[in-house]
């Protein structure tokens, strides 16, 4: 439930994002955006220990680069996450202190900004390996969506 938790926060996330950076001279706006950033970096590295401590779903006869790829991917994703999250901290912070323009904001937007594309492109990749799994029904799909009936 902790990952299907995390989805709907990080989907959250994106619908509610910021277009324009100006739009966080809106105080109530700047404020929920540093709450949900602070949770959003809380939940992701609960989650980070959480997998760290739980046994992969991978068979342990899956080829070695398969394994490699699987950590390469999940290590990108929390790394990029986390960028998100911290960027748009410091993006925040520069902001609430009246620091709304720059070369030291327009970097840390730059950096939010890459980061952003990147966790699109590894939970693509993501995505594609959940559903090669189900094809292979070797389990790793189970494991990842318990309410799915495979």
Request: no cysteine.
């Amino acid at each position: 439930m902790l990952h299907w938790s995390f989805v709907i926060i990080f989907i959250y996330g994106v619908i509610k994002q910021v277009n324009d950076i100006s739009q966080l001279e809106d105080e109530s706006l700047l404020v929920f955006e540093i709450v949900f950033a602070f949770l959003f970096v809380t939940l992701l590295g609960i989650r980070f220990v959480y997998m760290k401590n739980t046994q992969t779903s991978l068979p342990s006869e899956s080829p070695e680069w398969q394994k490699k790829a699987a950590r390469i991917v999940h290590l990108g994703m929390y790394l990029s996450l986390a960028i998100i999250a911290i960027s748009g901290l410091i993006i925040g912070g520069l902001f609430w202190q009246g620091k709304s323009e720059g070369l030291l904001i327009d970097s840390i937007v730059v950096l939010h900004e890459l980061s952003v594309s990147s966790s699109y492109a590894l939970i693509s990749v993501h995505i594609i390996a959940a559903l090669y799994h189900k094809i292979l029904k070797d389990g790793v799909w189970s494991a990842m969506v318990p309410m799915s009936k495979d």
